[in-house]
């Protein structure tokens, strides 16, 4: 954790399911890939590169936002689901923890693919301002 751990604080449900969506999103990986340091298995360490999108700030007023914000809410449900029902016997579910990862980024697939088009919406549109 020593430089490589953030953190962001907030009461609003909404703006905390935004930002989430936004570091999950294929929209931000890809954005920065031309710029992360790459290793045995590829590119790795998105460490400050990810602060470098310029992402508005939430907005409740914001439509766009408010559709991200929920897109969002749904995945993190998805998500618990998924791991509610894994265990922590890896011989038993089956699964190791980089693969839990990839399956539920496909379980995710649908809702993230619908999220990456409102990001580059909101984002290329602040850049044109």
Not at 17 to 25: D, I, K, Q, V
Not at 43 to 58: G, V
Not at 76 to 86: A, C, M, P, R
Not at 98 to 124: F, M, Q, S, T, Y
Request: hydrophobic content about 35%.
């Amino acid at each position: 954790m020593e430089s490589k751990t953030y953190w962001y604080s907030t009461n609003i449900k909404e703006e905390a399911a935004y930002l989430t969506a936004f570091l999950n999103s294929n929209f931000a990986n890809e954005s920065i890939k031309d710029f992360q340091s790459t290793g045995l298995f590829g590119h790795r360490d998105i460490h400050k590169k990810i602060l470098e999108i310029s992402l508005p700030q939430y907005d409740d007023k914001n439509k766009t936002h408010k559709e991200i914000s929920r897109f969002s809410k749904i995945c993190f449900e998805k998500t618990g689901e998924f791991v509610s029902e894994l265990t922590y016997n890896n011989e038993a579910t089956g699964i190791k923890l980089g693969n839990a990862r990839l399956e539920i980024r496909e379980l995710l697939k649908e809702k993230l693919g619908k999220i990456d088009p409102l990001l580059k919406e909101i984002i290329v549109h602040k850049q044109s301002e």
